[in-house]
């Protein structure tokens, strides 16, 4: 029997899937028949534009006589045009909008070799398939990772930004960071999304009038300003550093922890490309913080260890490039792509429980942070 109505048209044939199973079991595909499949949505709390959906499909394999259970984790991939929040970006600039997210690259990255160059520590999920479903969408179909729910120590962000540092560095990784073929630099985020809509929200005396900026932010807007007035600048000082490769998005979320050892399963690489030295950093610091998955009082120690490791990481590698050139990068990067979108947004309009409360303290937080180090380093 089988039954993946969930999936919608994220589905295959029985044929495509049975030959998917027979990768998956490592068989030849003539002794797999499928016996039955089930489909199960995945539920999953932390928005992205670019997903339409994640799906597990298990299911009984007649292999050789014998039955074998499968399963195989599915994930849609579509343009950000399709998703509900596309809505909010205004009709004129829909079609360039579109344009400015690499939704195809996570398809090139898993149908690609770069599971085969990846660094000494870090992995990817084996891809069975990357099955076109029409024009602005596909889905891939991957092995499932097993993890273990780990402490994020201070050893872990050592060993995490050591590796992403390899990964940044290796002259393998580098070769295939392009992979996805979509041209993107840092001043396409400031004219995108920083200058389109940051800062002109930074820049509205309404919004500083909300009792919950005024109780977390006040004290920054000054200095939210002067680095709002300076956006090219900066970004022009970043795309002068070395360009090496990065996954784009290397949040703790993104870098699952596999049983046994001290090593990262990578996943989500849509955004992966060629990027300044040190971009991995911002997310590998913040990215848990931001989402209220963990405090912000350790900022400073996180990011002083994981920017070292890193360091450490590209001379593994062979690059060789001065700690306070990363240390500056790193700085750039936290205040473009995180310090100047720090207020939460997305918050205003909530109820101002405690629990909203401590989030915009925490942005705060960040913001400050990203601030400090953007000075330290100048």
């Given at each position: ?62 292999v050789s006589g014998e039955h074998t259970p499968f399963t195989l ?306």
């Amino acid at each position: 029997m089988h039954d993946r109505a969930a999936l919608g048209s994220a589905d295959v044939s029985d044929e495509a899937l049975a030959t998917m199973v027979a990768g998956l079991l490592d068989t030849p595909v003539s002794s797999v028949a499928l016996v039955d499949s089930t489909a199960e949505l995945v539920s999953y709390d932390i928005p992205a534009i670019t997903t339409g959906g994640r799906w597990w499909v298990r299911g009984t394999a007649d292999v050789s006589g014998e039955h074998t259970p499968f399963t195989l984790f599915v994930k849609q991939v579509h343009e950000w045009s399709r998703s509900p929040f596309f809505a909010d970006v205004p009709v004129e600039v829909q079609p360039w909008a579109a344009q400015q997210v690499p939704w195809r690259t996570e398809g090139a990255v898993y149908r690609s070799d770069l599971v085969d160059h990846l660094p000494t520590g870090l992995a990817m999920p084996r891809p069975f398939g990357v099955h076109d479903i029409d024009d602005l969408s596909y889905a891939v179909w991957l092995d499932v990772v097993p993890t273990v729910d780990a402490e994020w120590d201070l050893d872990r962000y050592r060993r995490a930004a050591h590796l992403l540092g390899r990964f940044a560095g290796s002259p393998a990784v580098r070769d295939r960071a392009n992979v996805g073929g979509h041209e993107w630099d840092v001043s396409k985020y400031v004219e995108g999304r920083l200058k389109f809509q940051v800062l002109p929200m930074l820049g509205s005396d309404d919004l500083w009038h909300h009792p919950l900026l005024v109780e977390a932010f006040a004290d920054l807007r000054p200095r939210l300003d002067r680095a709002a007035a300076s956006v090219d600048a900066v970004a022009a000082e970043l795309m002068a550093l070395p360009v090496l490769a990065g996954h784009g998005d290397a949040c703790p979320n993104n870098l699952l922890v596999t049983p046994g050892d001290d090593d990262f399963t990578m996943i989500d690489f849509g955004f992966f490309t060629a990027l300044p030295v040190g971009f991995d950093l911002g997310q590998l610091l913040v990215g848990d913080v931001q989402i209220g998955l963990r405090p912000s009082d350790d900022l400073s120690e996180r990011g002083a260890a994981s920017l070292t490791s890193y360091v450490d990481g590209l001379a593994a590698e062979g690059v060789d490039i001065d700690e306070q050139a990363v240390r500056r990068a790193h700085a750039l990067q936290l205040l473009l792509f995180t310090g100047l979108s720090a207020l939460p947004f997305e918050l205003l309009d909530a109820e101002p429980t405690e629990q909203v409360r401590a989030m915009a303290a925490t942005r705060a937080t960040i913001a400050r942070y990203s601030l400090d180090l953007f000075d330290q380093t100048g």
